[in-house]
């Protein structure tokens, strides 16, 4: 099984600021990688998939990118319903598996 | 609008069988594979397996095989995670989830259902 490493497991970040998120695959993934927001007490929803393609309705503050083996989600520009737990995806290889969280604190 | 819809939360003892719902609506239900998802109290995302309601071609993570079984009924919309033997273990959030295959992202999700077993 790919094993998904998320960090930090907790960023602070102040209301229009900017939080960076790392995602890092055990064996590569071929940019078969998506992210999940969480928000306290609902289920999961996807923002990107393919590595940095947004998914339906995702605003554009929402970018995921990729830099060697590494996978990065960005949020420009906090917003108050942005303060979540994100989840990153493979879906390279079976199983899929997640990350074990990050999660986007008010600063 | 796509939908998937579980069934409310259930609270059992150890040793007893249950069977959990999600039910899928404004798309079609048959041709999209649906995943159930386990996640254990404060802690993070667990792929316990999916199913293409088409045919029933299902598949477990190894680490949940044997230990649920999974089905659907395309005739009702509806998926099922089922298990025969609750443990305490078990006490979790379950969340079922639509993908386009069976190892893809997942694009909708249900609201949860909350199985807690407890003595």
């Known amino acids: 099984e790919i094993v998904m490493t998320q960090s930090p497991a907790t960023v602070s970040v102040s209301p229009g600021g900017r939080a960076t998120l790392s995602c890092r695959a055990s064996q590569t993934v071929s940019g078969d990688l998506a992210w999940y927001q969480q928000r306290p007490g609902l289920g999961p929803r996807l923002l990107i998939y393919?590595?940095?393609t947004r998914a339906t309705g995702i605003p554009a503050r929402f970018s995921g990118s990729e830099s060697g083996s590494e996978f990065t989600l960005t949020i420009s520009s906090l917003q108050s319903e942005d303060f979540a737990v994100y989840y990153c995806q493979q879906y390279h290889k079976w199983p899929p598996s997640f990350g074990g969280g990050t999660r986007v604190e008010i600063k | 609008e796509v939908q998937l819809v579980q069934s409310g939360a259930q609270v059992k003892t150890p040793g007893e069988s249950l069977r959990i719902s999600c039910k899928g609506s404004g798309y079609k239900f048959a041709t999209f594979w649906i995943a159930w998802v386990r996640q254990m109290p404060g802690k993070g995302l667990e792929f316990m397996g999916i199913?293409?309601?088409?045919?029933?071609?299902?598949r477990y993570s190894p680490s949940f095989e044997g230990q649920v079984t999974i089905s659907a009924d395309k005739s009702i919309s509806t998926a099922y995670l089922q298990w025969s033997s609750l443990k305490a273990s078990d006490t979790a959030m379950y969340y079922c989830a639509r993908g386009v295959g069976p190892i893809y992202d997942f694009d909708f999700w249900g609201q949860g259902t909350l199985v807690t077993v407890s003595s």
């Open positions: 199913i293409y309601p088409g045919d029933s071609d299902t």
């Open positions: 393919g590595t940095s």
